[in-house]
């Protein structure tokens, strides 16, 4: 339903010329110039990290499925930081926000999104992984072939691609009332729907439907896989083989508590309840700290990796001598 002060917008005009503003942390003035160094020096180190772990896989020529799903995992937070980084760190420039256009809004939404699906994916087929690896190591090679694992990559991008499509489209399809400000650093979904002239919980219908696909369902695979490794690990006699199967799927809870922890908080709530104070808090945890930790967590647990990454070390050693 319409309210009053909404703009009548045609998809033709408005998306060339409309503008909406990012507010950011404009609230923070005397803060921003160490917020900017903050940001900046995290983005950088969790581009360094995130290249570095997804460098070292590639170049990697005997890969197991383990470290392939790394290497899409750590590509996909790469371009988080990218699509995300730019406009948060010049929101801190700007003393009253930066400007992002009709179409840079939506597609920094989808791609978001995109990124966001396509990591829950990943996860749960990391799971599906750690479920063959421990309750039937025998088949482990023959379940976990290459082809399955770039299936499994593959339909997770796409599957994806195509909910966070819908979903932006639904969220700009909307009417939006005079104010263009939009109380974030980014263009977050609830944030947005937030500016929507709307009162009834009908413009909520899609992103219910997304997050019941990009997060529920694979939750749900998730749960699953581990209730089943739980399962297998009773079973197992010996206390250090228990131990050693638990810390192969340590690294992967962590994260995945993380990820889902914070996604959850941030889109599984009323419209009715947004915060954007809160928002932005949560969401600077899912959008910094969390690719930040992935290289430490997966470079600190996973013996492969650290193994390519010594190896790397040797070539450059070698090659800075002769």
Not at 11 to 32: D, H, K, P, W, Y
Not at 55 to 60: F, G, I, P, T
Not at 207 to 214: D, E, I
Not at 260 to 287: E, N, W
């Amino acid at each position: 339903m319409p309210c009053e002060g909404c703009m009548e917008r045609d998809n033709v005009s408005t998306s060339a010329t409309m503008e909406f503003l990012l507010l950011g942390f404009s609230e923070l003035l005397r803060l921003r110039v160490l917020l900017f160094l903050i940001f900046l020096m995290v983005h950088l180190v969790t581009l360094a990290g995130n290249t570095m772990i997804f460098v070292a896989v590639v170049m990697e020529p005997s890969r197991s499925p383990m470290l392939f799903f790394l290497c899409q995992l750590s590509a996909i937070e790469l371009c988080y930081t990218l699509v995300i980084a730019p406009k948060a760190l010049l929101s801190l420039v700007v003393v009253d926000g930066s400007t992002i256009s009709f179409l840079g809004c939506a597609a920094q939404m989808h791609l978001f999104v995109a990124l966001g699906g396509a990591e829950c994916f990943l996860l749960a087929a990391m799971s599906y992984d750690r479920y063959v690896a421990i309750c039937q190591p025998l088949r482990y090679a023959a379940v976990m072939s290459e082809g399955l694992c770039l299936r499994l990559a593959l339909m997770s991008g796409l599957g994806a691609f195509v909910v966070a499509l819908g979903l932006t489209a639904a969220v700009f399809r909307l009417p939006f009332c005079q104010s263009h400000r939009i109380n974030h650093f980014f263009c977050n979904v609830p944030a947005v729907l937030h500016l929507a002239c709307t009162q009834s919980y009908a413009p909520e219908l899609p992103l219910l439907a997304a997050c019941v696909l990009l997060l529920l369902l694979p939750f749900l695979l998730i749960l699953v896989s581990y209730v089943c490794i739980a399962g297998a690990l009773l079973h197992i006699t010996s206390s250090v083989g228990r131990g050693k199967a638990f810390s192969t799927c340590i690294s992967q809870l962590a994260i995945t508590l993380l990820h889902y922890g914070c996604a959850t908080f941030i889109y599984i709530r009323p419209k009715s309840s947004y915060s954007p104070a809160q928002d932005k808090v949560v969401s600077l945890v899912y959008t910094n700290l969390t690719p930040l930790m992935y290289p430490f967590i997966y470079s600190l647990r996973n013996k492969e990796i650290r193994g390519i990454l010594r190896k790397m070390l040797r070539r450059k050693k070698i090659a800075q001598v002769n």
